[in-house]
């Protein structure tokens, strides 16, 4: 397959907003970058999102059917397409020159241990109403197999590493690709070696952003630490760290996936603004930290990408706890913020093709599996 221009939408557990980007790919390596933008969701969205993944923890698939949710479903998809209308004019590129649309949709549920994940969004409208063909619903398959339907974007940081530039003053031997958003996964590589079969590894971590963000929402009104100001006046409370760190999804071995809704900020309840936000970014820190007993090989390097390469008071007591060399993506000539959404224009040709989305080594299904609904235009 020729490449194609191919366009990802990526709304994330972080609820900051939707990220959409274009590519030209052919679903296994990425030719040249597109525009990207980015539409913040307002505090509106936000709590009402919040309020779903609550509803949705209730119900199970049953909330998909609330009226609320029927209700917000079509109003967030509504803004993904405003989106790419913008994104699209503003780029002055010709919707007919895009081959598709990769449509992640809202997570508000996933247990995979149950055989269930729930992300919310009508690709079947955003087609008809963008006028080209959409993949959605990427996770189901994986989850139906017994996968844990996440991380879903290793096989993309595997085509974007397959074309770093090897500098030889740069460390040799495997590197991780960490993602951080609301919640933390890492990708180990090693491109000597069949990915298929031993040379790529993924799985979450543990909490990214999520925590912080609930947690600066709920003391100081603002949906985030921005650059880790907060926490930066802060001290870690060892006792309340080490309690999160107990959390066992933080030392089960892979693969495994984690839910905003599996930890609990009671265990910071009773510290100040600053000391719960320094805590908070100090579990995020030491459960990446705990991956690396995980790992086939210890890496040579890590690239960062996701929002939580923003927040400097995090990737410092990143650089503590790991001790190795850390990138930000766009050391390595990579979009940090336009990354994820990129990874599902990637998937949605994949999908297309009928390749892999996830592998047993990313997810633990029992081989790789393919996945994605194609909706199509009119």
């Given amino acids: 397959?020729?490449?194609?221009?191919?366009?990802?939408?990526?709304?994330?557990?972080?609820?900051?907003?939707?990220?959409?980007?274009?590519?030209?790919?052919?679903?296994?390596?990425?030719?040249?970058?597109?525009?990207?933008?980015?539409?913040?969701?307002?505090?509106?969205?936000?709590?009402?999102?919040?309020?779903?993944?609550?509803?949705?923890?209730?119900?199970?698939?049953?909330?998909?059917?609330?009226?609320?949710?029927?209700?917000?479903?079509r109003d967030m998809t509504?803004?993904?397409?405003?989106?790419?209308?913008?994104?699209?004019?503003?780029?002055?590129?010709?919707?007919?020159?895009?081959?598709?649309?990769?449509?992640?949709?809202?997570?508000?549920?996933?247990?995979?241990?149950?055989?269930?994940?729930?992300?919310?969004?009508?690709?079947?409208?955003?087609a008809r109403t963008l006028d080209i063909d959409v993949v959605h619903d990427f996770r189901s398959a994986d989850v139906a197999a017994g996968g844990q339907g996440a991380p879903f974007v290793p096989l993309y940081h595997q085509g974007l590493a397959r074309d770093l530039d090897g500098d030889e003053n740069e460390p040799q031997g495997p590197l991780v690709i960490l993602n951080i958003g609301g919640m933390a996964n890492v990708t180990w590589l090693d491109l000597t070696l069949d990915p298929v079969r031993n040379g790529i590894v993924a799985f979450d971590t543990g909490p990214g952003n999520g925590l912080i963000d609930d947690w600066c929402a709920r003391k100081t009104g603002i949906p985030m630490d921005r650059d880790g100001a907060l926490a930066a006046r802060g001290h870690v409370n060892a006792p309340a760290l080490a309690a999160l760190m107990r959390a066992p999804q933080i030392h089960a071995p892979p693969p495994k996936s984690v839910d905003r809704q599996d930890f609990d900020l009671s265990l910071v309840e009773t510290l100040s603004p600053e000391d719960g936000a320094a805590t908070l970014a100090a579990f995020t820190a030491a459960a990446i930290a705990a991956s690396v007993t995980h790992l086939p090989a210890r890496p040579a390097r890590w690239i960062v990408c996701g929002g939580g390469r923003h927040n400097r008071t995090l990737m410092e007591m990143l650089r503590r706890e790991l001790d190795v060399s850390l990138y930000a993506a766009e050391d390595v000539g990579w979009r940090g913020d336009a990354l994820e959404a990129e990874a599902f224009a990637f998937l949605a040709v994949r999908s297309l093709r009928g390749l892999p989305l996830s592998l047993p080594s990313t997810t633990g299904a029992p081989a790789p599996i393919t996945g994605g609904i194609l909706a199509r235009k009119p």
């Fill in 1 to 73: 397959m020729k490449p194609v221009i191919a366009l990802g939408l990526m709304s994330g557990t972080s609820l900051d907003g939707i990220d959409a980007a274009l590519i030209r790919t052919d679903g296994e390596r990425v030719e040249a970058f597109g525009p990207w933008a980015t539409q913040p969701y307002d505090e509106e969205m936000r709590s009402r999102l919040r309020n779903a993944m609550v509803l949705a923890a209730k119900l199970g698939p049953a909330a998909r059917q609330a009226p609320e949710i029927v209700e917000l479903t």
């Fill in 78 to 126: 509504r803004i993904h397409g405003q989106l790419v209308d913008a994104l699209l004019a503003e780029s002055e590129i010709e919707r007919e020159s895009v081959a598709v649309v990769g449509f992640h949709g809202q997570t508000l549920l996933h247990r995979p241990e149950e055989r269930l994940t729930l992300q919310i969004g009508d690709g079947d409208w955003l």
